[in-house]
């Protein structure tokens, strides 16, 4: 998945010569909470509502006027991604600056951008969160070919796989993690037992004879 | 006299031999009450309109409906959620959807015409996105019919006993002011179709008015029936329907192959009790049921002759026909009990009960919390 796949675009920006009263009704207008700052369609900046605040608290020791110039609040010389940077750098990126969006960036030209929230969409997207489906949760020994014979089994089975996650649990032993297109997991689960597998949800019924 | 509402077409929704939405379970209810001696004497409905549908549906969905129903190839159509595993093609499915539909929507026009209690012996498919096919149910039955009557005036309670999440449901009507939803499902941590989280609280004049109660897989009886009064009072002290929408799924029954509640009969009898009792006390006795999940071929049967039961107030028989057991058993297979109701202790003691009814007390509060903040 790219920043282009997830990007808001087209984006919403700002002059540097406009003020922070304006750049405020805008965000409130538009609901949104990051403005690329751009002059004479150059990216010389980001305003966040953040930004705002803190520039005009009155727990500022010198707070900002309503009428002051954005440009003298934004970030300025912003970090961007480009369209075709995988999404999980993009976050990287975020997470080790501690910042809030990326404006994209493509040979010069600002073409969208993506902030925390869109990440959290690629997030539900990556692991099939946002389409009706069953969750299973699988134990795998850690070595070549176990993640191919869980596959293996549910193929022609007619079973839609949206996503599979896996994560190591220990030294010797891997989580999948998958979420499939069906009403029908819980029948899944126990044929998977039955063959041999480790499943960990949906969990066995020891309640029933 | 209270209405039932069926149709043989509704027999014509089948997905095929092996597939656990079958209509013989309600072939099997219909013919345990005709061994009780009860004869049903159902309202015919129509099938519902190609308008009808789109009104709760997208144009595009019901096109591919229609195109693969008369067995035109559609590229995209698991875009649409069919030709999958749960909801393979069959030739003729748009009509016996919409048969399916309008008979609950026919159930809607019985109660603005003055009828009381009214139960459709079929539909339910309450996964049906406005999009998008899902979990067995093609056309949104219940959006339909609950449409209908918001649209005449009418502010619809709309419950779901279904184990799992009326998505389809909640979403056709998320931002809808005049109509609350209440799902009781198993939580979907893992469980289709993965939503009904607490903090779904519908949108825009809809805000706190959709809620959700995710349970813990194993939850009994007694820790279901307390989550459902203590969401259901606190409910209807802040929205007053004037009719309530049932989809009684049987499929939180303790015996159902795809979840994992633990409700006994006895438990779904205090339930439609219940159910029964809320209705007249709020909305004068109005109530529409539909069938819903329920794929214990032992079980489900007898839940929807048990609602049909109580809704004329008849009582519940103690022994199943000896006749009617042989019967299904043979054709089906599955193993039968002798008496109508589960015997006292039919399943093994739930290890961690008391752990499962705190969490799910606390799920219970944190909906509340929040929920009632949108109230006044």
């Keep these: 998945m790219l920043v282009q796949d997830i990007m808001t675009s087209p984006v919403q920006f700002i002059a540097p010569n406009v003020t922070l009263q304006d750049a405020y009704q805008m965000m409130q207008e538009k609901g949104i909470r990051h403005l690329p700052v751009l002059d004479n369609g150059r990216l010389v900046g980001v305003i966040t509502d953040r930004d705002l605040r803190l520039a005009t608290s009155a727990l500022s020791p010198a707070p900002f006027s309503p009428g002051a110039n954005v440009s003298a609040v934004m970030s300025r010389t912003p970090l961007t991604a480009a369209p075709s940077d995988p999404v999980e750098d993009a976050a990287r990126t975020m997470r080790e600056r501690k910042i809030g969006c990326l404006p994209v960036d493509d040979n010069g030209r600002l073409v969208g951008i993506i902030t925390g929230l869109d990440l959290l969409d690629a997030l539900m997207r990556m692991t099939g969160a946002d389409k009706p489906s069953g969750r299973l949760e699988v134990r795998l020994a850690d070595r070549p070919g176990e993640l191919a014979r869980?596959?293996?089994?549910?193929?022609?089975?007619?079973?839609?796989?949206?996503?599979?996650?896996?994560?190591?649990?220990?030294?010797?032993?891997?989580?999948?993690?998958?979420?499939?297109?069906?009403?029908?997991?819980?029948?899944?689960?126990e044929d998977l037992r039955r063959a041999g597998f480790d499943v960990l949800w949906p969990p066995a019924r020891p309640c029933l004879p | 006299?209270?209405?039932?509402?069926?149709?043989?077409?509704?027999?014509?929704?089948?997905?095929?031999?092996?597939?656990?939405?079958?209509?013989?379970?309600?072939?099997?209810?219909?013919?345990?009450?005709?061994?009780?001696?009860?004869?049903?004497?159902?309202?015919?409905?129509?099938?519902?309109?190609?308008?009808?549908?789109?009104?709760?549906?997208?144009?595009?969905?019901?096109?591919?409906?229609?195109?693969?129903?008369?067995?035109?190839?559609?590229?995209?159509?698991?875009?649409?959620?069919?030709?999958?595993?749960?909801?393979?093609?069959?030739?003729?499915?748009?009509?016996?959807?919409?048969?399916?539909?309008?008979?609950?929507?026919?159930?809607?026009?019985?109660?603005?015409?003055?009828?009381?209690?009214?139960?459709?012996?079929?539909?339910?498919?309450?996964?049906?996105?406005?999009?998008?096919?899902?979990?067995?149910?093609?056309?949104?039955?219940?959006?339909?019919?609950?449409?209908?009557?918001?649209?005449?005036?009418?502010?619809?309670?709309?419950?779901?006993?279904?184990?799992?999440?009326?998505?389809?449901?909640?979403?056709?009507?998320?931002?809808?002011?005049?109509?609350?939803?209440?799902?009781?499902?198993?939580?979907?941590?893992?469980?289709?179709?993965?939503?009904?989280?607490?903090?779904?609280?519908?949108?825009?004049?809809?805000?706190?008015?959709?809620?959700?109660?995710?349970?813990?897989?194993?939850?009994?009886?007694?820790?279901?029936?307390?989550?459902?009064?203590?969401?259901?009072?606190?409910?209807?002290?802040?929205?007053?329907?004037?009719v309530f929408v049932v989809q009684a799924g049987a499929d939180a029954h303790f015996d159902d192959p795809l979840a994992d509640l633990m409700l006994t009969t006895h438990d779904y009898e205090t339930l439609f009790n219940r159910i029964l009792h809320l209705a007249d006390t709020f909305a004068a006795g109005r109530v529409l049921f539909t069938l819903g999940g329920g794929y214990s071929l032992?079980?489900?049967?007898?839940?929807?002759?048990?609602?049909?039961?109580?809704?004329?107030?008849?009582?519940?028989?103690?022994?199943?026909?000896?006749?009617?057991?042989?019967?299904?058993?043979?054709?089906?297979?599955?193993?039968?009990?002798?008496?109508?109701?589960?015997?006292?202790?039919?399943?093994?003691?739930?290890?961690?009960?008391?752990?499962?009814?705190?969490?799910?007390?606390?799920?219970v509060r944190r909906l509340l919390d929040s929920a009632s903040h949108y109230w006044v």
């Design chain 2, 1 to 242: 006299m209270p209405s039932v509402i069926y149709h043989p077409a509704y027999r014509n929704y089948d997905f095929g031999k092996h597939h656990p939405f079958s209509p013989v379970r309600v072939e099997m209810a219909l013919d345990l009450l005709d061994a009780l001696g009860y004869t049903v004497n159902p309202v015919q409905p129509e099938p519902a309109t190609r308008a009808d549908i789109l009104s709760v549906h997208e144009e595009n969905f019901v096109n591919c409906v229609e195109a693969l129903s008369s067995e035109v190839d559609v590229p995209d159509s698991a875009r649409y959620g069919l030709g999958t595993r749960d909801n393979p093609v069959f030739p003729g499915m748009d009509e016996a959807a919409r048969w399916i539909a309008g008979g609950t929507l026919h159930g809607a026009r019985l109660i603005e015409q003055g009828e009381r209690r009214v139960l459709q012996l079929g539909g339910g498919l309450h996964h049906a996105r406005r999009d998008v096919a899902s979990g067995f149910c093609i056309y949104n039955d219940l959006a339909v019919a609950i449409r209908y009557l918001s649209q005449r005036g009418f502010w619809v309670a709309y419950l779901d006993v279904d184990v799992h999440h009326g998505d389809g449901v909640q979403q056709i009507l998320y931002e809808d002011m005049h109509v609350m939803t209440v799902s009781l499902h198993e939580s979907g941590r893992y469980l289709f179709p993965g939503t009904g989280d607490i903090h779904e609280l519908g949108s825009g004049p809809g805000r706190g008015l959709k809620l959700n109660i995710p349970l813990e897989p194993f939850t009994e009886g007694e820790s279901y029936l307390e989550t459902f009064e203590k969401v259901m009072s606190a409910a209807l002290g802040q929205f007053r329907p004037g």
């Design chain 2, 298 to 363: 032992c079980a489900a049967p007898r839940i929807w002759a048990m609602l049909y039961l109580m809704i004329h107030d008849l009582p519940v028989p103690e022994r199943l026909p000896a006749a009617w057991c042989d019967r299904w058993s043979r054709i089906t297979g599955a193993w039968m009990p002798e008496e109508f109701h589960d015997p006292d202790l039919c399943y093994r003691p739930v290890t961690n009960r008391e752990e499962i009814i705190l969490r799910n007390r606390h799920v």
């Design chain 1, 150 to 189: 869980l596959a293996g089994f549910m193929s022609g089975l007619d079973l839609n796989i949206h996503s599979i996650l896996t994560y190591p649990e220990d030294s010797e032993k891997t989580r999948a993690v998958l979420r499939i297109g069906s009403i029908e997991v819980r029948l899944l689960a």
